[in-house]
């Protein structure tokens, strides 16, 4: 395997270890790259991408997205955007 082999399927496993969406993380990959014949490395690398962070106890970065925007909203004041009154 050359080394850009080796950078696409870390693309794909990043992606998928990041956003724990191992399907979309391979078919961006070999879209982007035009290259399908690294989809079984890609398959392995991206199972152990989602493996890793769900033994570990690690959310998925939209659902920690999502708590720290729901607490933000739950935190404001609720005339947090008037303006004040003359």
């Known amino acids: ?7 696409v399927v ?3 496993a990043f992606f998928t270890g990041v956003v724990r969406s191992p399907l979309t993380g391979m078919v961006l990959v070999s879209e982007m790259t035009g ?8 398959l392995f690398a991206s199972a152990a991408a989602m493996l890793v962070p ?4 690690n959310a998925p970065i939209y659902d920690t997205l999502r708590e720290d925007l729901l607490e933000g909203v739950r935190a404001a004041p609720r005339d947090a955007g008037r303006a004040p009154a003359r």
């Open 35 to 42: 290259n399908v014949t690294l989809l079984l490395p890609a």
């Open 10 to 12: 870390g693309m794909a």
């Open 1 to 7: 395997m050359t080394p850009q082999s080796f950078a």
């Open 54 to 57: 769900a033994f570990l106890g």
